[in-house]
T-cell receptor, first 113, second 111 residues
Framework: NAGVTQTPKFRILKIGQSMTLQCTQD?????MYWYRQDPGMGLKLIYY???????DKGEVPNGYNVSRSTTEDFPLRLELAAPSQTSVYFC????????????FGPGTRLTVL | SQKIEQNSEALNIQEGKTATLTCNYT??????LQWYRQDPGRGPVFLLL?????KEKRKERLKVTFDTTLKQSLFHITASQPADSATYLC??????????FGPGTRLSVLP
């Protein structure tokens, strides 16, 4: 199993550009999450999904969109990039509700100039 | 308001000593609490989970306690080694749907 994979690893965007961060997991997990982590800070939840076709907002959803058309994929879309979205983005998954660990991807480092 | 705090941003200890990290929370009622390790430039890695009805959990040199009355979890690393140097994050279950993470404590174990 590859686990949770994210692409790209690094990206520089100009203000106002758009992009999609890709996240794929091959563990057949129902739950998937997107977090952002600013320097020296903890993880903030952007969006999450409890299964294909179901998504919900987390703590900091403004400026982002998600979709979950398959169990494996959970892309995160930035429509109009702003400097405040400069961060490291982590995707994570877990099998189901309850006391199950989250498996994290390696992260995408995004800079908006 | 809801809040999660971890005792200090950074903690330095001598090799061989026990490191103790604290996670305090307010206005949450988590069914369980998790601890993760994060190395620079990498995603967090799960270490331990403890449920609300458990007082203590151990795994090798790691020990976690959970006091729902004090709203606090303690994370201990005994016989610490320089390889234990990392940032440690606590995470609370948030009504079973998602997690809320603390800001993390950066631990440095000095040889």
């Amino acid at each position: 199993n590859a686990g949770v994979t994210q692409t790209p690893k690094f990206r520089i965007l100009k203000i106002g550009q758009s992009m999609t961060l890709q996240c794929t997991q091959d563990m057949n997990h129902n739950y998937m999450y997107w977090y952002r982590q600013d320097p020296g800070m903890g993880l903030k939840l952007i969006y999450y999904s409890v299964g294909a076709g179901i998504t919900d907002k987390g703590e900091v959803p403004n400026g982002y969109n998600v979709s979950r058309s398959t169990t494996e994929d959970f892309p995160l879309r930035l429509e109009l990039a702003a400097p405040s979205q400069t961060s490291v983005y982590f995707c994570a998954s877990r099998p189901r509700q309850g006391g199950y660990e989250q498996f994290f991807g390696p992260g995408t480092r995004l800079t908006v100039l | 308001s809801q809040k999660i705090e971890q005792n200090s941003e950074a903690l330095n200890i001598q090799e061989g000593k026990t490191a103790t990290l604290t996670c305090n929370y307010t206005n949450y009622s988590p069914a369980y609490l998790q601890w993760y390790r994060q190395d620079p430039g990498r995603g967090p890695v799960f270490l331990l989970l403890i449920r609300e009805n458990e007082k203590e959990k151990r795994k090798e040199r790691l020990k976690v306690t959970f006091d729902t009355t004090l709203k606090q979890s303690l994370f201990h690393i005994t016989a610490s080694q320089p390889a234990d140097s990392a940032t440690y994050l606590c995470a609370l279950d948030n009504y079973g749907q998602n997690f809320v993470f603390g800001p993390g404590t950066r631990l440095s174990v000095l040889p």
